[in-house]
């Protein structure tokens, strides 16, 4: 039976390595994971006890149009149940986009380091990706501007990025968005949306209205803490949304996720102490990176990208070694590690494991 020819040589997403899989390899008693960008604190107690009280629900079918999570969702962000669409992740959202709206030879537009899961999907469905070069680490909306041809049907822009942390402006999204074809779609994924504090960042919710080609993705996963449910959500208008609904599958999120969801949506005092605890963490990581003299990009999500100036894939392993599992391999940024912002006693682990390194590897610092 012969694949899609497109799909061959397609790379397989690599997630961050799993706690017990290095404790076995490595027969260490004691591992700190921050290559997933998950949250170090899980999610609120009112979503766990959520969870727990479903348990006896298992063998029902969940509701596939996730009704009451959808309702809760719509008056949170002030908007019409029409305008939500649920997935299995953002990912599910992102894949039944390029199904909906790609036929082959189309054209998207991304950035050249940014979230890999907008370029396999879009090569599933034969489309052509153009990369678009960053600038400093932040998206280059001129560049991408530039970039659209009469075959273009989507961009994406992952706010803040997925590796590098930087955000695009909210003045500089709008003067894009007057400037993109009607026709164009412009997909904002802000699964990190949650964590940042820059005044300058756009709310993309707020600007749906004004824009209907525009489509916003979040997620359960980043600051709720419900990463194992695999729940995220897209938003835009309800012509977009029906047509992305025809194409996904049914019960396509679980009881337990929409349980879950709902009942953290509802806790936004933990979403804030969360923000607070994760923007004290990048303070204390910015702070021992410029200690050790490393050139890092500004962190606007729960994550920083840091310049170790010697082959990352080095630094990852000898930091694997001492339990800290990062993240590395960023095909433009061979000597950066991505790193998630833990607690602040898996960030001293990480700080001080990470100077061993560095003098283990003889890296002027």
């Known amino acids: ?114 979230f890999s899961v907008y370029k396999s999907n879009a090569d599933i469905e034969g489309a052509v990706s153009i990369e678009v070069p960053l600038a400093k680490g932040t998206h280059d909306l001129d560049a991408m501007l530039a970039a659209v041809t009469e075959r273009t049907k989507v961009i994406w822009i992952c706010n803040p ?94 009881r337990l996720a929409q349980a879950g969801a709902l009942a953290a949506l509802a806790d936004q005092d933990y979403v804030q102490e969360c923000r607070r605890l994760n923007s004290a963490g990048i303070i204390q990581l910015q702070g021992e990176f410029k200690r050790l003299s490393l050139d890092f990009f500004p962190a606007h999500g729960n994550f920083i990208m840091v310049d170790v100036r010697k082959p990352a894939t080095e630094v990852f392993d000898a930091l694997l070694r001492q339990g800290i599992i990062v993240r590395a391999g960023h095909r433009l940024y061979p000597t950066y590690i991505r790193v998630t912002v833990g607690s602040t006693e898996q960030n001293k682990a990480f700080i001080a494991a990470l100077e061993r390194v560095l003098k283990d590897q003889k890296v002027q610092v």
């Not at 959202?93 to 390029?98: G, H």
């Not at 400037?179 to 412009?186: E, G, I, K």
């Open 161 to 254: 990025n997925n590796p590098t942390g930087t955000i695009v402006p909210e003045e500089a999204l709008v003067t894009f968005l007057n400037a993109v074809p009607a026709n164009v779609m412009v997909v904002l994924d802000e699964a990190y949306s949650e964590y940042v504090t820059d005044l300058s960042y756009s709310d993309g919710i707020k600007l749906l209205a004004k824009y209907p080609n525009l489509v916003v993705l979040r997620t359960f996963s980043k600051i709720y803490g419900l990463a194992a449910l695999r729940i995220g959500y897209g938003v835009a208008s309800p012509q977009i949304i029906k047509l992305i609904n025809q194409v996904r599958e049914p019960f396509n999120t679980s």
């Open 1 to 114: 039976m012969n694949p899609k020819p497109n799909i061959i040589n397609l790379p397989v997403y690599k997630p961050g390595k799993p706690i017990d899989e290095v404790k076995k390899e490595l027969g260490l008693s004691e591992v700190i994971k921050l290559a997933s960008n998950e949250n170090p604190y899980g999610p609120s107690p009112s979503a766990k006890a959520a969870i727990i009280a479903d348990l006896d629900n298992l063998f029902l079918y969940p509701d596939g149009a996730a009704a009451d999570l959808t309702s809760a969702l719509a008056s949170h962000l002030g908007v019409e149940n029409d305008n939500i669409i649920f997935g299995c992740g953002s990912d599910e959202i992102i894949a039944l986009i390029t199904r909906a709206f790609f036929l082959p030879g189309d054209e998207t537009i991304m950035a050249d380091q940014t």
